[in-house]
T-cell receptor
Framework: GQSLEQPSEVTAVEGAIVQINCTYQ??????LSWYQQHDGGAPTFLSY????GLEETGRFSSFLSRSDSYGYLLLQELQMKDSASYFC????????????FGKGTRLSVIA | NAGVTQTPKFRVLKTGQSMTLLCAQD?????MYWYRQDPGMGLRLIHY???????AKGEVPDGYNVSRLKKQNFLLGLESAAPSQTSVYFC???????????????FGDGTRLSIL
């Protein structure tokens, strides 16, 4: 089976940097994805790591280490609009199986 | 460019009633999914479809049925609604599952369903 662990809540100050961790237990998977969801909104795709290392997209970066079964989402120069829930997700190699999502991390950005 | 459209957006049902949630996508995606989202539980997969005429069970399929008669539509049915099915339901679609490269899922805005 697959399971992903994320902190349930994180609070950070506007302008700062925050890291949201995701640890997983799965035998093999295609890549690690991150989705953002604002309150009352739909989840939207943020980033994808197929290979180990860092992927950067503007203020957001995502990291994957398969050997450590670990990944993280890094948000820099935090803005109030970054307050949202963030979900990591993986899709296992076994069969034609869809994404499995973590339970999400609620990020609160404070002034 | 509508993307993924869910109807209705809100609904209140009484226990035992039945209803159908409709999801439509205009991106010619093969894969479609239904999730439910409850506080602290993240997104849990109910059923999914890998193409027109196909359906498969997800993590929490009990009490739900689905149909994919047309490629662009994916219907979620509640046969006999129960209070435990009060939730926010999201439909999503993707070009593929993501075997080669990334194939992100595109989500609708959700249906907020309350069962009394």
């Amino acid at each position: 089976g697959q399971s992903l662990e994320q902190p349930s809540e994180v609070t950070a100050v506007e302008g700062a940097i925050v890291q949201i961790n995701c640890t997983y237990q799965t035998s093999g998977f295609y890549g690690l994805s991150w989705y953002q969801q604002h309150d009352g909104g739909a989840p939207t795709f943020l980033s994808y790591n197929a290979l180990d290392g860092l992927e950067e997209t503007g203020r957001f970066s995502s990291f994957l280490s398969r050997s450590d079964s670990y990944g993280y989402l890094l948000l820099q120069e935090l803005q109030m609009k970054d307050s949202a829930s963030y979900f990591c997700a993986v899709r296992a190699y076994s069969g034609n199986t869809p994404l499995v999502f973590g339970k999400g991390t609620r990020l609160s950005v404070i002034a | 460019n509508a993307g993924v459209t869910q109807t209705p957006k809100f609904r209140v049902l009484k226990t035992g009633q039945s209803m159908t949630l409709l999801c439509a996508q205009d991106m010619n995606h093969e894969y479609m999914y239904w999730y439910r989202q409850d506080p602290g539980m993240g997104l849990r997969l109910i059923h999914y479809s890998v193409g027109e005429g196909t359906t498969a069970k997800g993590e929490v399929p009990d009490g739900y049925n689905v149909s994919r008669l047309k490629k662009q539509n994916f219907l979620l049915g509640l046969e006999s609604a129960a209070p435990s099915q009060t939730s926010v339901y999201f439909c999503a679609s993707s070009y593929s599952m993501g075997a080669v490269g990334n194939q992100p899922q595109h989500f609708g805005d959700g249906t907020r369903l309350s069962i009394l």
